[in-house]
Nanobody, 122 residues
Framework: QLQAYGGGLVQAGGSLRLSCAAS????????MGWFRQAPGKEREFVAV????????YYADSVKGRFTISRDNAKNTVYLQMNSLKPEDTAVYYC?????????????????WGQGTLVTVSS
C-alpha cells in the first residue's frame, strides 16, 4: 500500500516536497516511480529510483528541478520539486515495481498510491 502526501498550492518558482509512504517488508527491493496527470492529459512519467537509491532517471521536463530520493529505513520515497512552473500543476502519483525493473512505463508498475494534488500559480 502506498500513501502519497505533501501536495498543495505554491507560487511559480517555489518548492514542494512530496512523500510516499509504503507498507510492506520488501520496500528496499522495489523500484519507485513518480508520475503525474494534469487536467485533461494522460498520466506521464516524472522520475524513478532504484531500490538501492543509486540509480535515478528523470523526465526531460523536470530534469535539474526535481530530485527523487528514498529512505529505506522509513519505507518512504520523496520528490523534491524546485523552481516549480504552472505546467507542473497535476495530481502526482507514486508507484512501485517489486521486480527491480528501472522503467518509465506506467504499465510496468503494479502498485499505485492515491495521488496528491500540486497546484502552481503564475
Amino acid at each position: 500500500q502506498l500513501q502519497a502526501y505533501g501536495g498543495g498550492l505554491v507560487q511559480a518558482g517555489g518548492s514542494l516536497r512530496l512523500s510516499c509512504a509504503a507498507s510492506g517488508r520488501t520496500f528496499s527491493t522495489c523500484t519507485m516511480g513518480w508520475f503525474r496527470q494534469a487536467p485533461g492529459k494522460e498520466r506521464e512519467f516524472v522520475a524513478v529510483i532504484s531500490g538501492s537509491g543509486i540509480r535515478t532517471y528523470y523526465a526531460d521536463s523536470v530534469k535539474g528541478r526535481f530530485t527523487i530520493s528514498r529512505d529505506n529505513a522509513k519505507n518512504t520515497v520523496y520528490l523534491q520539486m524546485n523552481s516549480l512552473k504552472p505546467e507542473d500543476t497535476a495530481v502526482y502519483y507514486c508507484a512501485a515495481d517489486d521486480r527491480g525493473l528501472i522503467t518509465i512505463a506506467l504499465y510496468e508498475y503494479v502498485y499505485w498510491g492515491q495521488g496528491t494534488l500540486v497546484t502552481v500559480s503564475s
